[in-house]
């Protein structure tokens, strides 16, 4: 009997990290703006467990009947468990992105309230110095 590809294991492992963070990181830039949705939240939970769900059923499909589906592709051959490894990469690779976006639109804004500064003078106010005396 085949040995379980720990290759695989890490990445799809990785891939749920990704996910995760990928929701953590919409979750609070979304609080942060001020538009967090529940149902948005929930939806998004449930889509990747659905997905990891997937993806842990192709593989182990794959992992029973390893050259049950067999591709030529350029010259080389494609199983199931190559292709399952290829799209479980991809995933892997789009997630990644996403979450390297994310934070590093999360480390070059500032937060916000953070501007202790006003932007603008109220109505009537100069930048002059009213403690000094005034000359005659």
């Not at 929701?23 to 889509?47: V, Y």
């Given at each position: 009997?085949?040995?379980?590809?720990?290759?695989?294991?890490?990445?799809?492992?990785?891939?749920?990290?990704l996910i995760a963070a990928n929701i953590a990181l919409g979750s609070i830039n979304a609080i942060i703006?001020?538009?967090?949705?529940?149902?948005?939240?929930?939806?998004?939970?449930?889509?990747?467990?659905?997905?990891?769900?997937?993806?842990?059923?192709?593989?182990?499909?794959?992992?029973?009947?390893?050259?049950?589906?067999?591709?030529?592709?350029?010259?080389?051959?494609?199983?199931?468990?190559?292709?399952?490894?290829?799209?479980?990469?991809?995933?892997?690779?789009?997630?990644?992105?996403?979450?390297?976006?994310?934070?590093?639109?999360?480390?070059?804004?500032?937060?916000?309230?953070?501007?202790?500064?006003?932007?603008?003078?109220?109505?009537?106010?100069?930048?002059?110095?009213?403690?000094?005396?005034?000359?005659?």
């Amino acid at each position: 009997m085949n040995v379980l590809d720990m290759t695989i294991i890490r990445l799809a492992a990785g891939l749920v990290l990704l996910i995760a963070a990928n929701i953590a990181l919409g979750s609070i830039n979304a609080i942060i703006d001020g538009e967090w949705d529940q149902t948005k939240f929930r939806n998004g939970c449930i889509k990747s467990a659905v997905v990891a769900a997937a993806l842990v059923a192709v593989y182990f499909a794959g992992y029973l009947n390893p050259d049950l589906m067999v591709v030529e592709v350029d010259g080389q051959t494609v199983n199931l468990m190559t292709a399952v490894s290829l799209a479980m990469l991809a995933a892997f690779t789009a997630y990644a992105v996403d979450v390297l976006k994310k934070l590093k639109d999360m480390l070059s804004t500032a937060t916000p309230g953070a501007d202790a500064a006003p932007t603008a003078l109220p109505s009537g106010e100069g930048k002059e110095d009213h403690t000094a005396p005034e000359e005659e």
